[in-house]
Every structure is written in structure tokens, then in C-alpha cells.
């Protein structure tokens, strides 16, 4: 949403105040509910930044969500790190490896850098899957331990709460900063754009690399949730529902995303509980959003609230 002036810090600190709240007025369960809410928005804002603003869709986002979720696993249960050492080294190690990935494909664009993202994230997933003697194959790995002042679900939502909003500070930075307009320069327009000098697969490379740090951050903390993690965090359908999250909130917005996982999530929960066809639930959302508003919630508020200043 487009909130200006004097406006913009008094929503993102109303916003931010009521998750500080939320805890005390709702019960554990739906604590959990909403750590699950926190660490899909950083992934799916990671992923718009490659996608809203980079103008690359890339079908392999989930393979470096896992990839931080695994790092983070094995340095705690086969080498023996810290919590929070092994955290840190989850985007890092993500960082490094998405370097020669995001290499190859940035070379390619439109369908042809979806599909090569794609198919290196499934050759992660399938590595992990059949690894057995080092990562667990499709039995993943499980109970992993985190510290004990993490252990209850409030102090792990606080943990995922400031990670959470020093992530979207961070990208919101990066957005708004001259590498973030001329990554949006190139998804307007990449002929003009080279024409004027701008290294194009220098910037793009980056931006792959930037958003795959802040996917594995989202991987590193939902091992920590969860205290397991397994292969179909590298999966397909991982990647796409991080997809239909940003499409849900607003592709072209920086809160969208937050505002997708927060209604995706709390959908599917809610949603499952009555009926086994949330697929299909599920597309039928999709159709509408695809149909009456193609920006996404975010971006239907947006225009509302500047069709109302016309007026």
C-alpha cells in the first residue's frame, strides 16, 4: 500500500504494535499460527524482490529455503554449532551457493530463467532426498535442538518477530535504495536501460543472490520452529506457495506479501479444519484474485485509498 507523509511511520507502528500485543490476547496455538504467518512473509517478500521488483520469475525459491533450513540443521546435529551460529550461517552458506546458480541463470530470461531456477532446485531437492547417510533423506531431520530460552512458542515468536522486522527493514532499504530503482529500471525496461550503461546481468545476478539470502533466513528460522526439517521444504510446491502468496497481497507492493501470508495462512488453517478441499478453495482464490484484483489485496486497497483522495 502506498501510505505517505507523516502516515507511513504511524502504520508501520500500529502494525508492528499489534504483533507485539497479539501473544497475550490469543492463545498458543494461534501464537504458532501467526510464527508460521512471520516466516512465510519474509520468504514471499524475498521472493518479490526478485519477481515485483527484479521482473525475474523464478519457480526454484524454494530451493534456497531449504537449503538455509538444512544448513542450519546439519551444523547443529553433525557438527555440533550453536543455535545461533548455525542460524547466521544458514543464509550465508545459501548466499554462496545461490553465487554460481544465479550465474547461469540470469543468462537466460523470461520462461527460460523459470525453468533453469526450477531445475536447480529440484536437483537440491533430490540431493537432499536421496542422501541418507548425511541428510537424512526423505526421513529428514528431526529433533533438532534449539536453546532452552527458545523453547516455548511466545519467546520463539518474539525471536521470529524482530528477525522479521529487521529482514523487511533490510529489504525495504534495499528496495528503496539506487540499486533497488535500477533493478526496477530493468523490469521496466532493459533495452533503455542497457543502452544507458547498466551492466544488466551484473544487477540481476545480485538481486538473485540478495533475495536468496532472505529466503534462507525464513528457512533458518522455520528449522529452529519446527525443530525438523525434510526435503519437501525444497520441493515445487513449496515455491509455488510462496508464489500465490505474493500474488495474493500485491506483486508491485512491499507490505503485499506480509498482507498474502498473513490471509494465506490463516485460510489454510482455518479452512482445513471444516473441509479436506482446500485445493480447490484454494484456485477458486486464486481465480478471483487473477479476475477482480490482479494487484493483489494490497494493491486493491491502494487504489481504493487513492480513488477516495480523488474524490
Not at 55 to 84: D, H, N, Q, R
Not at 198 to 203: M, P, Q, S, W
Request: with cysteine; charged share 10%.
Amino acid at each position: 500500500m502506498d501510505i505517505g507523509g507523516r502516515e507511513k511511520p504511524v502504520f508501520y507502528g500500529v502494525f508492528l504494535a499489534i504483533f507485539i500485543t497479539l501473544p497475550f490476547l490469543v492463545g498458543e496455538g494461534w501464537t504458532s499460527l501467526i510464527i508460521e504467518m512471520l516466516i512465510m512473509a519474509i520468504a514471499a517478500t524475498a521472493a518479490n524482490l526478485m519477481t515485483g521488483y527484479g521482473g525475474m520469475v523464478s519457480f526454484g525459491v524454494a530451493g534456497f529455503y531449504g537449503v538455509g533450513a538444512y544448513i542450519t540443521a546439519l551444523l547443529i546435529t553433525k557438527a555440533g554449532f550453536p543455535f545461533g551460529v548455525a542460524f547466521l550461517a544458514g543464509p550465508v552458506g545459501a548466499s554462496i551457493i545461490a553465487l554460481p546458480i544465479g550465474w547461469f541463470c540470469v543468462r537466460r530470461s523470461a520462461i527460460y530463467f523459470s525453468m533453469l531456477s526450477l531445475a536447480f532446485a529440484q536437483l537440491m531437492y533430490v540431493i537432499v532426498y536421496t542422501w541418507y547417510s548425511f541428510a537424512g533423506g526423505d526421513d529428514g531431520i528431526v529433533g533438532i535442538p534449539v536453546p532452552t530460552f527458545l523453547n516455548s512458542s511466545l519467546s520463539y515468536y518474539y525471536f521470529t518477530l524482530a528477525i522479521t522486522v529487521i529482514c523487511l527493514i533490510a529489504m525495504w532499504i534495499i528496495v528503496n535504495s539506487p540499486f533497488g530503482k535500477t533493478i526496477q529500471a530493468l523490469r521496466e525496461n532493459q533495452e533503455r536501460a542497457n543502452f544507458i550503461g547498466i551492466h544488466i546481468r551484473r544487477y540481476q545476478h545480485a538481486i538473485f543472490i540478495i533475495s536468496s539470502f532472505f529466503l534462507a533466513v525464513a528457512g533458518s528460522l522455520y528449522c529452529g520452529f519446527n525443530k525438523n526439517v525434510f526435503a519437501d521444504y525444497m520441493f515445487w510446491t513449496k515455491t509455488f506457495d510462496i508464489i500465490i502468496v505474493y500474488l495474493l497481497g500485491g506483486l508491485y507492493t512491499f507490505i503485499g506479501p506480509t498482507i498474502g501470508a498473513i490471509i494465506y495462512i490463516l485460510a489454510s488453517k482455518i479452512i482445513i479444519r471444516y473441509t479436506e478441499y482446500w485445493p480447490i478453495i484454494l484456485g477458486m482464490m486464486i481465480v478471483f484474485i487473477t479476475l477482480f484484483m490482479p494487484d493483489g489485496v494490497a494493491g486493491f486497497i491502494r487504489s481504493r485509498i487513492s480513488d477516495a483522495k480523488k474524490q
